[in-house]
């Protein structure tokens, strides 16, 4: 499998040294960069391996792997991926917002039976953000203007970053953080809770289309063991070490409960694109070869059907 290589006679746009990143959004979702520029930045960044996994969403890999579409810029390899922030309220005690994110990475884009629950998840996301638009109008925080001027045609992933960008540009907010910190995150007056596939559904869904199931952000886990194995009974079978946001004593401790567990190591730059180019957030992304091979090696390595494409002729 061709994983490794030498590294292109241009230097990266910034000194990442990360030659994968199975955890990325495009617009698609709720991303800022189309996936076409996702796919030019990231390789230009130094990536050969890129997961694009959008919120519920396949879109953004089915159209750069279509017939038709310009050719992926040279030597990118895409692998279809999704997240699916799942509803946990069964686990609720103590995770961030009641939810667990689950990245199903090496599904099958073809599959209508998972597409369909991706409907679903899209048609509950629609739901939610409307609800927050709704709130925030009735705490004289309106951002119907700047959601009017929004592309909602499409049949995207709708996220709250995209509430906290219109809320930002509506002036009631000085940056996303500050949006989530004070206005939409869990517990705030214009939050409103997801609805939505639970995780052990998730997990299922991704196992029956061929993905590898890997948790994502959760730094918790090396204080959560029953839960990662209640979630390994249902298929969970990666855990998300390497997220771009995680210092090194978080990474080796994150390692540490997938080696105990037997869990596949994943890593990603969880890139939205609010914190400038591609290039400045896979600047921080550490991404050891052995974890991507690890990855690889669990998807299968070579292009296959509904896996990996290594870029058409
Ligand atoms: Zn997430
Ligand atoms: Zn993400």
């Known amino acids: 499998m061709a994983v490794r290589h030498a590294r292109p006679a241009a230097p990266p746009a910034a000194p990442g040294t990360a030659e ?11 991303g800022v960069l189309e996936p076409e520029e996702l796919a ?3 390789r230009a960044a130094g990536v050969r391996i890129l997961g694009v996994a959008d919120h519920d969403n396949l879109a953004g890999y089915r159209e750069l792997t279509a017939a038709g579409a310009g050719p992926l810029p040279d ?16 686990f609720a005690a103590g995770l961030p917002e009641g939810e667990l994110h689950m990245l199903g990475i090496g599904v099958d884009p073809d599959d209508e039976a998972f597409e369909a629950a991706l409907a679903d998840q899209r048609g509950a996301r629609r739901i939610r953000f409307f609800k927050m638009v709704d709130r925030l109008r009735d705490l004289g925080l309106a951002v119907d203007a700047q959601v009017a001027m929004l592309d909602l045609s499409a049949d995207d992933a709708l996220g709250r970053p995209t509430v906290a960008r219109a809320l930002v540009a509506a002036g009631h907010a000085l940056d996303v953080e500050d949006a989530f910190a004070r206005l ?19 997990i299922r869904a991704i196992r029956d289309t061929g993905g590898l199931a890997s948790l994502a952000h959760f730094p918790e886990a090396p204080d959560r063991e029953p839960l990662l194995r209640e979630l390994m009974d249902a298929g969970l079978s990666g855990l998300e070490t390497h997220h771009r946001s995680f210092d090194a004593p978080t990474r080796s401790a994150m390692s540490a409960t997938a080696r105990r567990l037997g869990l ?50």
């Not at 959004?25 to 709720?30: G, N």
């Not at 030597?75 to 069964?90: D, F, H, M, T, Y």
């Not at 517990?187 to 809770?193: A, E, Q, R, S």
């Not at 690890?294 to 509904?306: F, K, Q, T």
């Open 20 to 30: 994968a990143d199975f955890h990325t959004h495009t617009t698609r979702s709720d």
């Open 40 to 42: 030019r930045q990231a």
């Open 75 to 90: 030597g990118l390899r895409l692998v279809p991926a999704v997240e699916i922030n799942s509803v946990a309220a069964r």
């Open 184 to 202: 939409i995150g869990h517990g705030c007056p214009g939050y409103v809770p997801r609805g939505g596939l639970d995780p052990i559904a998730a």
């Open 264 to 313: 596949v190591e994943t890593g990603g730059s969880d890139y939205h694109g609010d914190h400038g180019p591609y290039a400045d957030t896979h600047a921080a992304l550490v991404m050891p070869d052995w974890l991507v091979d690890g990855v690889m090696a669990r998807l299968g390595g070579g292009p296959g059907p509904g896996q990996t494409v290594a870029g058409r002729p």
